[in-house]
């Protein structure tokens, strides 16, 4: 079972800069992407994505913001996004929320990088890593050290809670300022 370990933390925009420069140099740069995830409003972490590079279903098991949670994908063509949008809603599941995307992913050592902006919600930087999950302590542990080494201070999970929960009530005019 794959176990996916994370830390985050909100950042501004001029960290948002500064990361983009370290990383470009002292790591290597995977991608460059442009995502539309929607939730759906049903009792599991259920979402569906649009990238450059295609589609995919994923669910996150767990409670959002968790340190780890198991997860499951599926990746489907690009084209049969508004496919699976349908098949959902006909499901009886309807889009709770919608985000849009910039995201840098680099490879930091073996630590998967993320600097995003999301609109209407913000800059944050990720860190994570996929593991077994008798190793998901020493591996969150690692990347709140390595976080810290950047001078970016952990955001707490109530921050990330209440600014999701903003975002939730407020996505539609949020996106469009």
Request: contains cysteine.
């Given at each position: 079972?794959?176990?996916?370990?994370e830390?985050?933390?909100f950042i501004?925009?001029?960290?948002?800069?500064?990361?983009?420069?370290?990383f470009?140099?002292?790591?290597n740069?995977?991608?460059e992407?442009?995502?539309?995830?929607?939730?759906?409003?049903?009792?599991?972490?259920l979402?569906i994505?649009?990238?450059?590079?295609?589609?995919?279903i994923?669910?996150?098991?767990?409670?959002?913001?968790?340190?780890?949670?198991e997860?499951?994908e599926?990746k489907?063509a690009?084209e049969d996004?508004?496919?699976?949008?349908?098949?959902?809603?006909?499901?009886?599941?309807?889009?709770?929320i919608?985000?849009?995307?910039?995201?840098?992913q680099f490879k930091?050592?073996d630590?998967?990088v993320?600097i995003?902006?999301?609109?209407?919600?913000?800059?944050?930087?990720e860190?994570?890593?996929?593991c077994?999950?008798?190793?998901?302590e020493k591996?969150?542990?690692?990347l709140?050290?390595?976080l810290?080494?950047?001078?970016?201070?952990?955001?707490s999970?109530k921050s990330f809670n209440?600014?999701?929960?903003y975002?939730?009530e407020?996505?539609?005019?949020?996106?469009?300022?």
């Amino acid at each position: 079972m794959n176990i996916e370990v994370e830390v985050r933390s909100f950042i501004n925009e001029n960290q948002y800069q500064q990361l983009l420069e370290f990383f470009s140099k002292e790591a290597n740069l995977i991608k460059e992407d442009y995502q539309e995830s929607y939730y759906f409003d049903c009792p599991e972490d259920l979402r569906i994505q649009r990238n450059n590079d295609g589609a995919k279903i994923w669910l996150k098991k767990g409670e959002i913001h968790d340190d780890a949670r198991e997860e499951i994908e599926i990746k489907v063509a690009k084209e049969d996004f508004e496919n699976l949008e349908q098949l959902f809603q006909t499901l009886g599941y309807e889009v709770e929320i919608k985000w849009f995307r910039n995201r840098s992913q680099f490879k930091w050592d073996d630590i998967k990088v993320c600097i995003d902006y999301t609109k209407g919600y913000g800059h944050i930087i990720e860190l994570e890593k996929i593991c077994q999950e008798e190793d998901k302590e020493k591996e969150h542990q690692m990347l709140m050290k390595k976080l810290k080494s950047l001078n970016i201070e952990i955001s707490s999970k109530k921050s990330f809670n209440e600014k999701f929960e903003y975002y939730k009530e407020n996505w539609k005019s949020l996106i469009k300022a």
